[in-house]
């Protein structure tokens, strides 16, 4: 068992036999963040990676442009001073940062299964919006073919569970840059995109996003907002991840399982 896991009796039921066994499941707990002494937002999250993740979560929300903007960040156990209990990550911008208040109004509880509830309509959601992507290096299809298999030979925590999403960057080689898990995908996105900017990579102009689900719009934003432009998915894409990928100018690939792929923006970007 480790930080990211539990323990928890279960009974499995089998071809009609019962036995009783212990399993490993992946932790779900709130993170709350707070900015500038005011609560910010709640996700519930995997523990690991917090600081990666409030990084990532200030950047992709626009709320900085640039990890510098940060005075001070630290991690913490939170006590009940905003009427919750759980983890809390507490952040501080230099004094010159100003905050758009309407940049960052949303509910105060994001579940971790969607990066965007309590946002008011797509025009809140696109916040800071990038430029349309027009360059970035091609990726040849027999490499796209194996990044699935790349990505699970790198999970640690889904090898335990079973129940954890990853996003992971990728050079047009085929060298794994970075992975990140979490129950959340939105909070996988962020905990990478985060990993990146305190390593001091972002843009990431020459790499590759590869999340373990499906494309949802959340995915597709957050990865223009750290200009990506390759986003591949082993699962769907919705239609609005299609549509602001086309917008972009990312190049959006989605159904990776075994020797095929669906391309649906920017195909000229696989070789």
Not at 183 to 206: C, Y
Not at 248 to 260: E, P
Request: one cysteine or more; aromatic letters at 6%.
């Amino acid at each position: 068992m480790s930080a990211d896991t539990m323990t928890a009796s279960v009974q499995t039921i089998e071809r009609g036999f019962s036995s009783s066994r212990s399993d490993l499941l992946a932790i779900e707990e709130p993170l709350q963040f707070c900015l500038n002494g005011s609560p910010l937002s709640i996700t519930m999250r995997s523990p690991g990676s917090d600081l990666d993740l409030a990084v990532g979560f200030l950047f992709t929300e626009g709320i900085i442009d640039d990890v510098g903007q940060i005075l001070s960040m630290r991690a913490e156990s939170a006590d009940d001073t905003f009427g919750n209990s759980g983890d809390r990550v507490t952040i501080r911008l230099r004094p010159e940062i100003a905050i758009d208040p309407g940049r960052i109004r949303r509910n105060f509880y994001t579940s971790s299964s969607c990066g965007v509830c309590g946002k008011r309509g797509i025009g809140a959601i696109e916040i800071r919006p990038a430029l349309p992507m027009q360059s970035g290096p091609q990726f040849h299809a027999d490499l796209i073919y194996r990044l699935p298999d790349l990505l699970r030979r790198a999970q640690e925590s889904f090898d335990r569970t079973g129940g954890i999403h990853a996003a992971a960057l990728f050079s047009p080689e085929g060298a794994l840059l970075g992975l990140r898990e979490d129950v959340g995908r939105h909070n996988a996105v962020d905990k990478l995109i985060g990993f990146a900017l305190r390593d001091g990579t972002v843009p990431l102009g020459d790499s590759l996003i590869l999340v373990s689900g499906r494309a949802g719009f959340e995915l597709v934003q957050k990865s223009v907002m750290a200009a990506i432009p390759v986003l591949a998915a082993v699962g769907a894409p919705s239609s609005l991840a299609v549509e602001v990928a086309q917008r972009f100018g990312m190049t959006l690939v989605g159904f990776l399982r075994g020797q095929r792929f669906n391309i649906y923006s920017g195909n000229w970007r696989i070789e």
